[in-house]
Every structure is written in C-alpha cells, then in structure tokens.
C-alpha cells in the first residue's frame, strides 16, 4: 500500500487564512473586523495573514473612507478561488482515499 500525501498549498493551509479564504470564497465582501470576528485573531495577526494572501494575489483589498474612518474591505481573487477550490479538491482526495486508511 503506497502512502501520498496530497500537492497542498501553504498559503492556504494555515487555520486563519484556510478560515479567511473558506468566508470569501461564499461572500462578495468582509471587512476586517468581521474576518476578525470568525477567526478570533488579533489585529496584528490577522493583517498579518491578509497581507500574506494579497500579497500572493489570493485576495483583493479595497480600502476607503466612511466619513473619517477608514474602511478596508476583501475579496477573494479568481487566482485565489482557483487555488482554493483546488486545495479543497486535494484535501478531499486525500481524506476519502482507500489506500491511505490504516488496514
């Protein structure tokens, strides 16, 4: 029985950005106290993490002003769906395949 550990990519892979890329990928828009909210991760963490993903060009940031406060607000890119959606396709091929349960 050959063991293969699936192509996973670790940008995604990470448990703030995995939760950051699942909520996009289901909303047009979050901002950032609500990526916040979901992931329970500090300020400086979380930009952290959002840096990293626009940085890859996985997400999209659209900053702007509501009166006097800034408004920062993120998009998953079609580069970063495409990603994630293979990431999720890995995975699931690697959970459901046979060969790699313990016999």
């Known amino acids: 029985m050959q063991f293969t550990l699936p192509e996973i990519d670790n940008l995604i892979h990470a448990p703030i950005r995995l939760a950051v890329m699942t909520v996009l990928n289901e909303v047009e828009w979050a901002d950032f106290k609500w990526l916040q909210d979901i992931t329970q991760a500090s300020d400086g963490n979380l930009a952290s993490h959002l840096r990293t993903l626009e940085n890859a060009h996985y997400i999209q940031v659209d900053k702007t002003f509501q009166g006097r406060r800034p408004q920062t607000r993120y998009a998953i890119s079609d580069l970063g769906r ?12 690697f959970l459901t395949r046979k060969g790699n349960a313990r016999q």
């Open 82 to 93: 495409s990603a994630y959606l293979h990431y999720l396709s890995e995975m699931d091929s």
